[in-house]
């Protein structure tokens, strides 16, 4: 196996993998054989040592108890896709990917992929650059190099138990990893390596529409997302909005947004207008606790949970800690952040968001087209030209129509929060 540390440089216009790591495909051959041998011999030991996780384990496979997800571990290594001869061309290392894939399907953000889509993105005539076709191919921004480095541990894993089971990574958690670009890779400089921010979790985020609501005194856990709803339909949602603030243009600017926007082939989801106080305090409660690293932080974060409930005079009948101890806990937090898609919370804004006064939405846009022209309520006329391979294609990713928009739809485009816009006005 190839184990050569993914630390290369392969975009140095944002420094995405660091600096300066040559590849060395002669080191690779040299050494190639001899390095399969000794590792076949070490994960055989580890096997029989029970040192490896095994098919059926939470790290591979099914999931040991229904408590314990599967994960994916990912590293910045190749173990399996030869690295590339040329980082700039990585359409080799796609179709090899896709060839190892075969008719595993793979759920990423909402996109189903298998081996023979990979190979036909690869292979794919034109001059359009392989990150182009990549992220028109799949309606996402993908970060290609990120990508790629995903796949090689999915293949990785494959024999360990996972594959051939489900594996779904949703749009936070890509982004979290670094497979999608996230908005510190385009607004504070600060790109998202993949392999540097923990395990991915690869199973099935929980539909609300498939839960019963929790009941008074029911522990965290995804249940909760079915008490204190939001409209579930878009123009249950848009009139929501209108209603709460008679009078307001907040409504009519956004739903003329999503009019253009759809017309010319973006894909638009408004996720959330007016919001309940206490939805707003369950969604801040379950994003804070998923992110726990250890049992002291993860108390210290129940302690802040009960003080606010009952200082901003609460009556939320949720018990927050799990009798299976912090593990369990943080692993329900997680499941009920992701069922609420909640992607970035502050005490704050629990206490007092825009939302709970209409003056907010959770909006997303993607595969937004290579040339984009909107119409202003003020006349103006905005054209923006999407098509640099650098473009992410991404609505809350593109800084010149983020600022043009709040210059001239008067909206505050919250850019650490992913879906977040304001009223402005």
């Known amino acids: 196996m190839a184990c050569l540390t993914k630390g290369f440089v392969l975009s140095p216009s944002r420094g995405k993998l660091g600096e300066g790591r040559a590849w060395s495909a002669s080191a690779k051959r040299r050494g190639g054989v001899a390095i399969a041998m000794a590792m076949m011999m070490v994960v055989a030991m580890a096997l029989a040592l029970g040192l490896l996780a095994s098919a059926g384990s939470p790290a591979f496979g099914e999931p040991a108890s229904g408590e314990s997800p599967r994960v994916l571990r990912p590293d910045r290594r190749f173990d399996v896709i030869p690295p590339p001869v040329d980082p700039e061309n990585l359409a080799p290392s796609l179709g090899f990917a896709g060839r190892r894939l075969a008719d595993w399907s793979i759920q990423l953000a909402g996109v189903q992929f298998d081996g023979p889509r990979l190979e036909a993105l690869a292979q794919a005539p034109g001059?359009?650059?392989?990150?182009?076709?990549?992220?028109?191919?799949?309606?996402?921004?993908?970060?290609?190099?990120?990508?790629?480095?995903?796949?090689?541990?999915?293949?990785?894993?494959?024999?360990?138990?996972?594959?051939?089971?489900?594996?779904?990574?949703?749009?936070?958690?890509?982004?979290?990893?670094?497979?999608?670009?996230?908005?510190?890779?385009?607004?504070?400089g600060r790109p998202r390596r993949y392999g540097d921010h923990g395990s991915i979790s690869l199973d099935p985020p929980q539909p609300q529409v498939d839960l019963?609501?929790?009941?008074?005194?029911?522990?965290?856990?995804?249940?909760?997302?079915?008490?204190?709803?939001?409209?579930?339909?878009?123009?249950?949602?848009?009139?929501?909005?209108?209603?709460?603030?008679?009078?307001?243009?907040?409504?009519?600017?956004?739903?003329?947004?999503?009019?253009?926007?759809?017309?010319?082939?973006?894909?638009?989801?408004?996720?959330?207008?007016?919001?309940?106080?206490?939805?707003?305090?369950?969604?801040?409660?379950?994003?804070?606790?998923?992110?726990?690293?250890?049992?002291?932080?993860?108390?210290?974060?129940?302690?802040?949970?009960?003080?606010?409930?009952?200082?901003?005079?609460?009556?939320?009948?949720?018990?927050?800690?799990?009798?299976?101890?912090?593990?369990?806990?943080?692993?329900?937090?997680?499941?009920?952040?992701?069922?609420?898609?909640?992607?970035?919370?502050?005490?704050?804004?629990?206490?007092?968001?825009?939302?709970?006064?209409?003056?907010?939405?959770?909006?997303?846009?993607?595969?937004?087209p290579r040339q984009l022209a909107l119409l202003a309520p003020n006349g103006e006329i905005g054209r923006f030209d999407l098509s640099p391979p650098r473009a992410a294609r991404d609505l809350s990713l593109s800084p010149e129509v983020i600022e043009w928009l709040e210059e001239n739809f008067d909206l505050t485009k919250l850019r650490s929060d992913y879906p977040h816009w304001s009223d402005a006005e």
């Open 127 to 188: 001059p359009d650059p392989l990150e182009v076709r990549v992220r028109e191919g799949f309606g996402r921004p993908v970060d290609l190099q990120d990508f790629i480095f995903f796949l090689d541990d999915l293949l990785r894993d494959g024999p360990l138990g996972l594959r051939g089971a489900e594996v779904w990574v949703t749009p936070s958690r890509a982004r979290r990893a670094g497979i999608l670009l996230h908005p510190d890779d385009i607004f504070k």
């Open 212 to 368: 019963a609501p929790a009941r008074d005194g029911d522990l965290l856990g995804s249940a909760w997302a079915m008490r204190y709803r939001n409209p579930s339909q878009e123009e249950q949602a848009l009139s929501a909005l209108a209603g709460i603030r008679v009078g307001a243009s907040f409504a009519s600017r956004i739903r003329g947004l999503i009019d253009q926007l759809r017309a010319q082939g973006a894909q638009v989801y408004l996720n959330s207008t007016v919001r309940s106080r206490e939805r707003g305090y369950l969604m801040w409660g379950a994003f804070v606790l998923s992110q726990a690293a250890d049992e002291e932080d993860l108390l210290a974060g129940i302690e802040v949970l009960e003080r606010a409930r009952g200082e901003w005079e609460l009556a939320v009948p949720i018990q927050w800690q799990h009798p299976g101890g912090w593990q369990a806990t943080r692993e329900a937090a997680r499941a009920m952040a992701e069922t609420y898609e909640v992607v970035y919370a502050t005490e704050a804004g629990a206490r007092a968001s825009d939302h709970y006064t209409g003056r907010a939405v959770d909006l997303v846009v993607l595969a937004l």
